[in-house]
């Protein structure tokens, strides 16, 4: 498999800041987006991701865990763009992630994951121990119900998928709302999970000026609320059935 460390990236969602994509081998079969509505399937990151995988950009994981190690301290910096965490497809390797959670150390890295972690205790307790070491890792859920059973294992903080409505509307790349009409629109549908649990759209999503480096929630291991990404991509029909 092969890791990519890009120092300073273009990605307009994620803000110049350091940035990785996985080799695709590295996403779990527990993902229900896995061929089946992934956002990183759409250009032009699936050409990047393409590169990755192919060994045509990026190196080995020893080598990647070396460039996380050698990151300035303190620094913001977002694992996986496109992919997971080191493992098979069932089983998260333990040893690797302990090896960049400990490269991440002095560091404000954060990451995603859809690896199995209800049903897979060592999963489970892989990403706990990750996340206790300083390097954060969110729980990937697929829909809200999901992010309330994720919520309850209480090993690390929330990300989930949300149902196409929560998108701001745009048409190549032109908002179609303006911003009072989005949170009006925003008003009508549910705030809260059917836990109760409270959620927030991720800014960057719906605001020009916020991006992963100027906001850095994601990062944030102590926070209450759930980071919600409304389903985006060329496939977002598919993966807003799966929110939905």
């Keep these: 498999m092969y ?10 969602k994620t803000g110049k800041m350091p940035v990785s994509t996985s080799d695709r081998n590295t996403c779990p079969d ?28 990026g190196g ?15 620094i913001l ?4 763009q496109a992919g997971d965490l080191p493992g098979d497809g069932k ?7 302990l090896a960049l ?7 404000r890295g954060f990451t ?18 990750a996340n206790a070491k300083g390097f954060t890792i969110n729980l990937s859920a697929n829909n809200l119900d999901h992010a309330d059973k994720l919520t309850d294992l209480d090993i690390g903080p929330v990300a989930t998928v949300l149902p196409i409505e929560y998108e701001r509307q745009s048409k190549k790349g032109v908002w179609q ?11 009508t549908l549910p705030e809260t999970t059917p836990d109760k649990n409270k959620f927030a759209v991720c800014p960057a999503t719906y605001r020009d000026d916020v991006t992963c480096k100027t906001c850095g929630l994601c990062q944030k291991q102590s926070r209450k609320v759930i980071v919600g990404f409304p389903a985006h991509g060329n496939s977002k029909k598919k993966a807003s059935a799966v929110a939905s």
């Design 91 to 97: 089983n998260i390797d333990r040893g690797g992630l």
């Design 177 to 187: 709302e303006t911003m009072h009409e989005y949170r009006e629109r925003l008003k």
């Design 112 to 129: 995603f994951s859809h690896y199995d972690v209800e049903t897979n205790k060592h999963n489970r307790a892989a990403i706990a121990t």
């Design 30 to 57: 527990s993902c229900p987006f896995k061929n089946n509505g992934c956002y990183a399937e759409g250009y032009p990151l699936k050409g990047r991701w393409d590169e990755v995988t192919d060994g045509k950009r």
């Design 3 to 12: 890791f990519y460390l890009n120092p300073k990236s273009a990605n307009k």
């Design 60 to 74: 080995l994981f020893s080598d990647f865990v070396n460039q996380v190690s050698a990151l300035p301290a303190n």
């Design 77 to 80: 910096w977002r694992h996986n």
């Design 101 to 107: 959670a400990g490269a991440n150390a002095g560091k």
